[in-house]
Structures are given as structure tokens and as C-alpha cells.
């Protein structure tokens, strides 16, 4: 069945890094445009960046602009998330989700979604 | 960037009732790039609606979403005891980003 698993997350200082990621399955995942998206406890769902499905076109929310990574590796069905220099807003459940691509091209809603990983940042 | 702000907050009513919550952009959105999702507690969104009044694969046609431009609504024609939970409407926008509304929380009366 259509799956993606998340993992990486855990507790890290300010200012420290983690690198999260997602095993996708079930699809083949070189087809599909790849998001992350986070939500912070107890508030809503905030998109942290997407990829396309080459890798070629990336782009990121202005909160993690400069300091967060996505890449993808489709010959090992995977999605990544390089997070450096975290701050305490970073604190969140991070998801992977799956854009909703027809014959290469994106159409902006997410139609599976992982079970997350949590990130909490804390000195 | 497009903001979105859904109404109400929080929305009270029972089982059998009808509820229709509502998402406003502050500037217009494409229909074909919102989308609407439900979270249950402790779980990962769930896909609703998409193009604002396409059903999701398995979603039940209790379901309904509507609207163009700035204003658009989700309907639950007659509500069951699974659909109490947080509503978001998601765009997005000619600015390269995906935004979510702050959600609404739909609670048994």
C-alpha cells in the first residue's frame, strides 16, 4: 500500500542541526512532487517546503528559508530534510507528504501523508 | 503571500446536523489550487476536497466543498460522530507557496 514513514526527529539545542527523512513506498516516487510540512503543538499546519519531481525546482517557506534543506534520492524512494541553526519555533511534527502530481506536473494538495516525526528544540 | 482565515473557530453542533465552515483569502486563489483537509487528534491530515469541490478518493459525498475567488466553504450535509474534528483550507498561490488557514474546530454539542 501507498506509505511514507518518517524519521530523524528528536530533541536538539538552539542552534544545533538534524537532518529528517522520509521512506516513501508503494508509488513510484520519482513521479511525484514531495512536501514537508509541520505543525507546532497544539497550533495548525504550516508548510515548511516542497521539491519537484527531478529534484531541479525547490522552494521553501520564508520562516526556514536559508537554514532547512529538502533533497530527495529517487533511486533509494526517499525524501530528506537538512535542518540547521534550529530555534525553539522549529518545535514541531514534521510530515511528509505526497503532492498530488499528474504526468509530471504539480497541483498543490497533498493526498497521502505520513504519520510524522517529532523535532523539539530545547537548550 | 495569500492568508487565509477560516470561521468559525470553533463550531459547536450534534450529530445529524448540518455544518458549513468557511475560508476567506485575502487575496483571490486559483479553484483549482484549494484544497481542504481533516485532522483528527493525534493523526496526520487527512485529504478532503481538491480543485475547492473535488472529492478525495473514499471521502464520502456528505462532503462538499464550494466557492471561487476569495470566498469558499466546506458543507457536512448530515454530520456522524467520525467527522468531529479540525477542518483546514489549504492555497496555493502565484508566490511559490503553500498556505494553510488556522483551522476550524468542528466539536459535538
Known amino acids: 500500500q501507498v506509505q511514507l514513514v518518517e524519521s530523524g526527529g528528536g530533541l536538539v539545542k538552539p542552534g544545533g542541526s538534524l537532518r529528517l527523512s522520509c521512506a516513501a513506498s508503494?508509488?513510484?516516487?520519482?513521479?511525484?512532487?514531495m512536501s514537508w510540512i509541520r505543525q507546532a503543538p497544539g497550533k495548525g499546519l504550516e508548510w515548511v517546503s516542497y521539491?519537484?519531481?527531478?529534484?531541479?525546482?525547490?522552494y521553501y517557506a520564508d520562516s526556514v528559508k536559508g537554514r532547512f534543506t529538502i533533497s530527495r534520492d529517487n533511486a533509494k524512494n526517499s525524501l530528506y530534510l537538512q535542518m540547521n541553526s534550529l530555534r525553539a519555533e522549529d518545535t514541531a511534527v514534521y510530515y511528509c507528504?505526497?503532492?498530488?502530481?499528474?504526468?509530471?506536473?504539480?497541483?498543490?494538495?497533498?493526498?497521502?501523508w505520513g504519520k510524522g516525526t517529532t523535532v523539539t528544540v530545547s537548550s | 503571500e495569500i492568508v487565509l482565515t477560516q470561521s468559525p473557530g470553533t463550531l459547536s453542533l450534534s450529530p445529524g446536523e448540518r455544518a458549513t465552515l468557511s475560508c476567506r483569502a485575502s487575496?483571490?486563489?486559483?479553484?483549482?489550487?484549494l484544497a481542504w483537509y481533516q485532522q483528527k487528534p493525534g493523526q496526520a491530515p487527512r485529504l478532503l476536497i481538491y480543485?475547492?469541490?473535488s472529492r478525495a478518493t473514499g471521502i464520502p459525498d456528505r462532503f462538499s466543498g464550494s466557492g471561487s475567488g476569495t470566498d469558499f466553504t466546506l458543507t457536512i450535509s448530515r454530520l456522524e460522530p467520525e467527522d468531529f474534528a479540525v477542518y483546514y483550507c489549504?492555497?496555493?498561490?502565484?508566490?511559490?507557496?503553500?498556505?494553510f488557514g488556522q483551522g476550524t474546530r468542528l466539536e459535538i454539542k
Open positions: 507528504a505526497r503532492d498530488s502530481t499528474i504526468f509530471g506536473v504539480a497541483l498543490y494538495y497533498m493526498d497521502v
Open positions: 508503494g508509488f513510484t516516487f520519482s513521479d511525484y512532487y
Open positions: 521539491i519537484s519531481s527531478s529534484g531541479s525546482t525547490i
Open positions: 487575496q483571490s486563489v486559483s479553484s483549482s489550487y
Open positions: 480543485g475547492a469541490s
Open positions: 489549504q492555497q496555493y498561490g502565484s508566490s511559490r507557496s503553500i498556505t
